[in-house]
């Protein structure tokens, strides 16, 4: 483990709610992944049917968190509110908010120490993940006072704050009206200060509203990871039932979070045993195409039933709005994909541009002609008065930088040109599943698995929570953390619980508590409840040449206070 705490803000996306979800067994990869996080959860879901919970923002509970929020129009019954927010993405900007002021909170919680930023994000719930990023690397961390006000310092100054991992899965980011390229307010440029992306895009997402917006650049893709997956949105996000395309997103992003530092528990033997079955199915084609679900259909995968000979039954093929057969019920699929698509739509951010209304974008288009125009007038005085030759000589000093920019652009320019290519000549077939070469995606370990790496991991579990617990009946506002686990540090205080696997420790008059796993301390030291003591903690000194068991001692005194 990391020595810095996590904060893990997790984005559902539009009309998915893991509460009303799960219990069906339609919960998104980006519930899947909540769910799957070790850190101490908050679920900010709004529309699950009772009153929204709030984030802590006082709690000190020593742990990473994470926090949770569902997608707009994610109500259990359909009403005027949800039919709003689905097609127009109302309520994002309040979730981003409430995200940011959570992150802000859980900083000043901890002052003092690293905080790994993480988010994300499925359809709108990528865009509003990318416009939080940006929000939190703006804006930074302002110090807050007692009662949670800015007190004008920071804690991270405005355009120094980092994202430690971006996942997110095909982006989305209609807003407003769902068939514009604005997104009023929101910055979905994915910067410099994000230290890593991984983007997994669904290549046979035909719905004119659902355009893809990409997460590469055209100048430098170096922090950015953009995978292709075959399959509709929901495919690659998660939402259908025992969908096995899904399972290959899912298990590349528990990879990729995994890799970024975030804890995660081991799969469930039935999703590890789907991810086995995606790879197993890409390796034929024909076997995708069989896969795939049009989403121009409101039912998806159960608008047709098929018998044995191959032929389709209608049940239910009423179109997604906007699309072919909406208005004229003659015009109806009477199979999947009977409508030929054309194609994917895809958009690029590379700058903060489609954040504002296409005016003011037309202003700005002037603005930088009129500016163009001044620059090739003074470049042609430049050369009558022979300052060119002063200018060319300080390019020339900047000659292998700029070529190792080109060289950088050129090659996220290319990127950029198939991923283009690419979607416009998407179609439901075996022929174009092939050309894009799917690949064999990392099998996750099932819990089973785990145990058998380590068969006392769950003894351990148990072993650690005993200890917050007793820490926490000692001090309600306790503050817990777990010792070092890099390097070689020394914690003074007294010893106020322990067993086979953890020693706990309080910190001197204050209220903080730390946990040491006893494979990281001298097995050879006798410690006793009760007792002041340093206690040196260096990652895994206790595993070698442990030959007995520390001997348990309890301070009599102590012991009896504790137990009454």
């Known amino acids: 483990m990391s020595d810095a705490k996590r904060f893990t803000v997790y984005f559902d996306g539009t009309g998915n709610n893991k509460d009303l979800n799960t219990p069906e067994g339609t919960q998104t990869n980006v519930a899947r992944l909540f769910e799957l996080d070790t850190a101490k959860g908050t679920n900010l879901a709004r529309n699950s049917g009772h009153v929204p919970q709030q984030y802590d923002a006082q709690e000190r509970s020593g742990q990473s968190e994470k926090i949770y929020f569902d997608g707009v129009g994610s109500q259990g019954q359909t009403s005027g509110r949800s039919l709003i927010e689905g097609a127009t993405g109302r309520g994002a900007q309040e979730r981003i908010d409430q995200a940011y002021d959570a992150i802000v909170a859980f900083h000043n919680k901890y002052p003092d120490e690293q905080v790994d930023v993480n988010i994300v994000g499925f359809s709108r719930g990528a865009s509003q993940s990318r416009a939080l990023a940006n929000k939190f690397i703006e804006s930074g961390v302002p110090k807050l006072d007692g009662q949670g006000k800015p007190t004008g310092e920071f804690l991270i100054p405005p355009g120094q704050a980092h994202v430690n991992k971006l996942g997110i899965f095909d982006t989305v980011a209609t807003d407003g009206l769902s068939n514009t390229d604005t997104h009023l307010g929101k910055n979905l440029e994915i910067g410099k200060n994000v230290d890593s992306t991984t983007h997994l895009v669904a290549m046979n997402e035909y719905r004119d509203t659902f355009r893809l917006t990409s997460a590469l650049r055209n100048d430098d893709n170096g922090k950015i990871e953009e995978l292709k997956f075959a399959g509709a949105h929901s495919q690659v996000g998660g939402g259908y039932q025992n969908d096995v395309l899904a399972a290959g997103p899912l298990a590349v992003m528990y990879d990729r979070l995994q890799s970024a530092g975030i804890e995660l528990k081991p799969m469930q033997q039935e999703d590890v045993q789907r991810v086995e079955q995606y790879n197993e199915l890409i390796k034929d084609p024909q076997k995708v195409q069989a896969a795939l679900i049009d989403s121009r259909l409101i039912k998806g995968e159960k608008a047709f039933s098929q018998d044995e000979n191959g032929v389709y039954k209608t049940l239910d093929n009423q179109p997604f709005p906007l699309e072919r057969g909406t208005i004229n019920i003659f015009d109806r699929q009477n199979r999947p994909f009977d409508h030929e698509?054309?194609?994917?739509?895809?958009?690029?951010?590379?700058?903060?541009?489609?954040?504002?209304?296409?005016?003011?974008?037309?202003?700005?288009?002037?603005?930088?002609?009129?500016?163009?125009?001044?620059?090739?007038?003074?470049?042609?005085?430049?050369?009558?008065?022979?300052?060119?030759?002063?200018?060319?000589?300080?390019?020339?000093?900047?000659?292998?930088?700029?070529?190792?920019?080109?060289?950088?652009?050129?090659?996220?320019?290319?990127?950029?040109?198939?991923?283009?290519?690419?979607?416009?000549?998407?179609?439901?077939?075996?022929?174009?599943?092939?050309?894009?070469?799917?690949?064999?995606?990392?099998?996750?370990?099932?819990?089973?698995?785990?145990?058998?790496?380590?068969?006392?991991?769950?003894?351990?579990?148990?072993?650690?929570?005993?200890?917050?617990?007793?820490?926490?009946?000692?001090?309600?506002?306790?503050?817990?953390?777990?010792?070092?686990?890099?390097?070689?540090?020394?914690?003074?205080?007294?010893?106020?619980?322990?067993?086979?696997?953890?020693?706990?420790?309080?910190?001197?008059?204050?209220?903080?508590?730390?946990?040491?796993?006893?494979?990281?301390?001298?097995?050879?030291?006798?410690?006793?409840?009760?007792?002041?003591?340093?206690?040196?903690?260096?990652?895994?000194?206790?595993?070698?040449?442990?030959?007995?068991?520390?001997?348990?001692?309890?301070?009599?005194?102590?012991?009896?206070?504790?137990?009454?």
């Open 341 to 564: 698509p054309d194609g994917r739509g895809v958009i690029f951010e590379n700058d903060d541009r489609l954040s504002r209304s296409s005016i003011t974008r037309g202003l700005e288009g002037l603005g930088g002609s009129l500016k163009a125009l001044g620059q090739n007038a003074l470049d042609a005085t430049s050369r009558f008065v022979g300052l060119d030759t002063r200018k060319q000589a300080k390019q020339d000093g900047l000659d292998v930088i700029d070529q190792l920019q080109a060289e950088r652009a050129a090659a996220a320019q290319k990127q950029v040109s198939d991923l283009t290519g690419d979607l416009k000549a998407s179609r439901p077939n075996a022929t174009y599943i092939e050309g894009i070469k799917l690949q064999p995606v990392p099998i996750p370990k099932t819990a089973s698995q785990a145990q058998e790496l380590d068969p006392l991991s769950q003894q351990r579990n148990e072993s650690f929570k005993a200890m917050e617990e007793k820490a926490r009946a000692i001090s309600s506002s306790a503050s817990i953390n777990e010792a070092s686990q890099s390097g070689r540090k020394a914690t003074s205080g007294m010893v106020v619980g322990m067993d086979e696997h953890h020693i706990l420790q309080k910190v001197g008059q204050t209220d903080q508590f730390v946990i040491h796993d006893r494979r990281d301390v001298d097995p050879n030291r006798n410690f006793q409840i009760g007792k002041s003591t340093a206690i040196v903690n260096e990652k895994g000194i206790g595993e070698l040449g442990r030959s007995t068991t520390p001997k348990i001692e309890l301070d009599v005194g102590l012991g009896q206070a504790m137990r009454r």
